[in-house]
């Protein structure tokens, strides 16, 4: 009780992020936007980063050299410097959230 109800957001266009950066404020953010749990074969596998709906990121809004797991362990994302950079999930950043209204 008392909570607000609301998800963090996900990006599934180039042009929802462009409207996003237009309002948002300065700072890191995080996103809705995880990586799955690497495979045995290549437990350093970068590939699989999803939405809460299970569609991509789109690749160029990545920064230049993401996602790079390093250090290694990096299973969140977040708004860094106007790109996405994966991130480890204990770093203490602002939350980009949504709510129906």
Do not use: F
């Amino acid at each position: 009780e008392g909570g607000i109800d609301a998800d963090l957001v996900d990006i599934v266009s180039v042009a929802q992020y462009n409207w996003i950066q237009t309002w948002l404020p300065g700072g890191d953010w995080w996103l809705y936007l995880y990586n799955a749990e690497p495979t045995i074969s290549d437990p350093e596998d970068e590939t699989e980063w999803k939405n809460s709906d299970g569609s991509n990121l789109p690749s160029e809004l990545w920064g230049g050299g993401q996602p790079n797991n390093s250090p290694a362990g990096q299973r969140c994302a977040k708004i860094d410097a106007g790109v996405v950079a994966d991130r480890l999930c204990n770093e203490n950043n602002q939350a980009l959230c949504w709510r129906r209204i």
